[in-house]
């Protein structure tokens, strides 16, 4: 029986590890954000945070895995879905898409360095120039 609990934590330590956390530059004001509220601000709907701060919204290219965990998971939509938003906007000229990147990597360094900037990654990417916002 201790083998096979000692055999399933190597799972949960990188289950936890490949998790998608929605992430925010330091100076954010919110620690937390309903769905409703973050599928707006990655619709392009919602432009600005919650005290009125400009929102700067980083996302993965559609095929990426994370993208679309992230959407199907934590936005509860497809990422065709959020991209058919995107190209709405842009094409009617009344928004633009979010800002692009192509790592995870390069998602931790803009989100850290753009003020009022919003993204996502896996908490195995996390440090300490970012905060980790909760969604309720």
């Known amino acids: 029986m201790l083998t096979l609990v000692l055999g399933l934590l190597p799972l949960s330590a990188t289950a936890l590890e490949r998790q998608v956390v929605l992430i925010a530059h330091p ?3 919110n ?3 309903t769905r409703d509220t973050t599928r707006a601000i990655f619709a ?3 432009r600005s ?4 701060q400009a929102v700067r919204v980083f996302v ?3 095929d990426h895995p994370v993208h679309a965990r992230f959407a199907k998971e934590r936005l509860t939509v497809y990422p065709h879905q959020l991209q058919l938003a995107w190209d709405r906007m842009v094409f009617s000229g009344t928004g633009q898409a979010p800002s692009q990147v192509n790592t995870q990597s390069e998602m931790l360094e803009r989100v850290a360095t753009t003020p009022g900037a919003l993204g996502y990654l896996e908490r195995e990417y996390l440090d300490e120039r970012v905060q980790v916002i909760t969604m309720d």
């Open 27 to 29: 100076n954010v004001a």
């Open 31 to 33: 620690t937390s954000l």
């Open 44 to 46: 392009m709907r919602q």
């Open 49 to 52: 945070w919650p005290d009125g």
């Open 60 to 62: 993965l290219p559609n």
